[in-house]
């Protein structure tokens, strides 16, 4: 069960009596939790492997601290190579068919 409550807003300001509801469904997709992804080893010096537990990987993609994309790589692969890059901090975002995760890796 979902309670759901809205207020309409009108356009002089003015706020609509608070509506609240209980509804009985399902929304969105299931979540993933980032205890489902791991990547080893962190730190690395390069060479990073990509453990899914709970679902189909679809992308995987590599930032630095300032989210610019670095890398990105579709699946089937299962190994990251990040052995061209800087040593830094960098964020791996997983896309699997139940959601998207994001990991911090360290890149000696």
């Not at 309670?3 to 009108?10: F, G, M």
């Not at 679902?55 to 990251?80: A, C, K, W, Y």
């Amino acid at each position: 069960m979902h309670n759901w409550c809205i207020v309409a807003v009108l356009e002089n300001g003015m706020k609509s009596p608070k509506v609240c509801k209980q509804i009985d469904c399902t929304i969105g997709v299931d979540v993933i939790e980032k205890k489902d992804i791991s990547l080893l080893p962190n730190p690395t010096t390069g060479i990073l492997q990509v453990i899914c537990h709970a679902s189909q990987v679809t992308s995987i993609e590599v930032f630095d601290i300032f989210g610019r994309n670095q890398l990105l790589l579709m699946p089937p692969e299962s190994t990251i190579d990040i052995s061209h890059l800087n040593a830094g901090i960098y964020f791996v975002r997983i896309t699997t068919e139940n959601g998207t995760v994001m990991k911090k890796i360290i890149k000696q």
